[in-house]
């Protein structure tokens, strides 16, 4: 792999590539984490969160990767057992997450590459009284997008909470946290965001944290009870990781500037630039597919099927060769798609020169 790739070449599916001038923001110097400055800094981050997760409510920022926000949004959620959608690596991830957390979890797992039919997860609701649902809004391993608003409405109607993993979403697809009611969504700071890795955020409902403040075993640093308390202080409740906060004000700043709905509308283009490029190949008779169906396919990664006994290293070497970085697929699916990161502050344009990239590789493996 190149070292000095240049911005616009690195569509691996997180960390996503992140501009020079946000990774230059990283080096100003350490402040008093409790100081009026750094209270300033936590305010303009927390708002133009509120922004991007369409929210009234206080957002929290944890020095953690999202998996230690996926944990705090098990350990805080109302007593009971939980029930997982499974269709892919990380929402299989979030169910280990609640088993671990003891609680006694049934998984409801459909094949990788689809969604749960609603009428099969309003079955399983029905079955017991679960405390909470987890569910992955885009599976970054199958490249699937998960109808968030549906399931949410569908777990409230049985008195369960839904969680939602927003990883690969939130920033590069729409998220209406207050409008769609959801009880709590989550996401790290490296995906559709294009911030350096090492910061998760959350939004929990108001009804959420009230029923936390009474859960037990919520644990210490994982406490959302006190995340909100110092949210709404413009504070976090541990020393935060200072360069990374100077690099979401920075970032937070030029994506207000270009708009949620106008980032939202960039990463459906590049969807719609991937639709095409399969297409054509296909039309050309090159066996390539993509792996979640039409209308389900997340605007911030894809996942594409290669022809059969194409080898995904030597394809990936290839595209390497031609300066591009994409990724191979991710757990069962590793050895028979690639993964193409199309999210943060990429373009149709840009991503138009990697898939070129890929097609070239693809002949040349032919």
């Known amino acids: ?34 100081g009026v400055e750094a209270q300033a800094l936590n305010r303009r981050i927390m708002n133009g969160l509120r922004h991007v997760f369409r929210t009234r409510r206080p957002v929290y920022v944890m020095t953690a990767s999202a998996t230690g926000m996926m944990e705090a949004a098990v350990r805080n959620a109302q007593e009971g057992p939980a029930l997982a959608l499974v269709n892919g690596a990380f929402s299989a991830r979030f169910a280990r997450i609640a088993q671990v957390c003891d609680r006694r979890t049934r998984v409801l797992e459909v094949p990788w590459g689809e969604t749960h039919p609603l009428e099969l997860v309003e079955e399983v609701l029905g079955t017991e009284q679960f405390g909470l649902m987890t569910v992955v809004h885009s599976e970054t391993s199958t490249g699937v997008l998960s109808d968030i608003r549906a399931l949410s409405a569908a777990a409230h109607r049985h008195g369960t909470m839904c969680v939602v993993d927003a990883v690969s979403s939130v920033g590069g697809v729409r998220v209406e946290t207050d409008d769609w009611r959801l009880d709590c969504v989550l ?129 990936l070497e290839g595209v390497a060769n031609r300066g591009f970085v994409i990724a191979a697929g991710y757990g069962r699916l590793a050895a028979t798609t690639v993964r193409i990161g199309h999210m943060g502050d990429h373009t149709p344009e840009g991503l138009g020169a990697c898939l070129s990239a890929l097609g070239e590789a693809l002949s040349a493996a032919a």
Do not use: N
């Open 187 to 315: 996401t790290g700071s490296q995906k559709a965001l294009a911030m350096p890795p090492g910061l998760s955020f959350a939004v929990a409902s108001e009804p959420y944290i009230l029923q936390a403040s009474s859960t037990p075993h919520r644990g210490f640093y994982l406490d959302l009870v006190e995340f909100e308390r110092f949210a709404l202080e413009a504070q976090t409740p541990q020393t935060p990781a200072l360069p990374l906060l100077y690099a979401a004000d920075a970032q937070l700043e030029h994506i207000l500037a270009e708009g949620i709905e106008a980032r939202w509308a960039r990463h459906a283009a590049m969807l719609a630039c991937v639709e095409r490029w399969v297409d054509e190949r296909r039309a050309a008779g090159i066996d390539i597919s993509i792996l979640a169906r039409a209308g389900e396919r997340a605007p911030t990664v894809s996942v594409l099927r290669v022809p059969p006994g194409t080898s995904v290293p030597a394809l």
């Open 1 to 34: 792999m190149p070292a000095d790739l240049s911005f616009g070449r690195f569509f691996y599916p997180g960390p996503t590539e992140v501009r020079p001038d946000i990774l230059r923001a990283m080096v100003r110097p350490m402040i008093p984490h409790r």
